[in-house]
C-alpha cells in the first residue's frame, strides 16, 4: 500500500511556473514506477508524465513536452512536476499515481494522491 499526497498547487498567471510535488508513504518508494495525470472540469483524466523507478526513462504526453519536466528523489520518497509556460487550458486537478510497473494509462496505477488543484489565470 501506498499513501501519496501532492502539495504545490495553486493559482498562477498565463506564461508562469509551477511546481507540483507528491510525497510518498512507501518505504519502497524506489520500487514504484511515478506518473502525473490530469482531470479539468468536464473532462475525462489525462496523462501528463512518468517516471520509471530510478529515473532513467521518461515519458511525456505531446503536449506537455517541453514545458513540463517529472523527476523524482528517491531519497526523499518524491516526485516532482515541474509546469513552465502554463495555460490557461492548464487548469486542471493534477493527481500522482504509483504503481509497479512503467506505463501511462490511468487504469495501470493502483494508487493515487487526492489531487491539487492548479489555476492557470489573470
Known amino acids: 500500500q501506498v499513501e501519496l499526497v501532492e502539495s504545490g498547487g495553486g493559482l498562477v498567471q498565463p506564461g508562469g511556473s509551477l511546481r507540483l510535488s507528491c510525497a510518498a508513504s512507501a518505504r519502497t518508494f524506489s520500487r514504484y514506477a511515478m506518473a502525473w495525470f490530469r482531470q479539468a472540469p468536464g473532462k475525462e483524466r489525462e496523462f501528463v508524465a512518468a517516471?520509471?523507478?530510478?529515473?532513467?526513462?521518461?515519458y511525456y504526453a505531446d503536449s506537455m513536452k517541453g514545458r513540463f519536466a517529472i523527476s523524482r528523489d528517491n531519497a526523499k520518497n518524491t516526485v516532482y512536476l515541474q509546469m513552465n509556460s502554463l495555460k490557461p487550458e492548464d487548469t486542471a486537478v493534477y493527481y500522482c499515481?504509483?504503481?509497479?510497473?512503467?506505463?501511462?494509462?490511468?487504469?495501470?496505477?493502483?494508487?493515487w494522491g487526492q489531487g491539487a488543484q492548479v489555476t492557470v489565470s489573470t
Open positions: 499515481a504509483a504503481d509497479q510497473h512503467f506505463a501511462y494509462r490511468d487504469y495501470e496505477y493502483r494508487f
Open positions: 517516471i520509471s523507478r530510478n529515473g532513467g526513462n521518461k
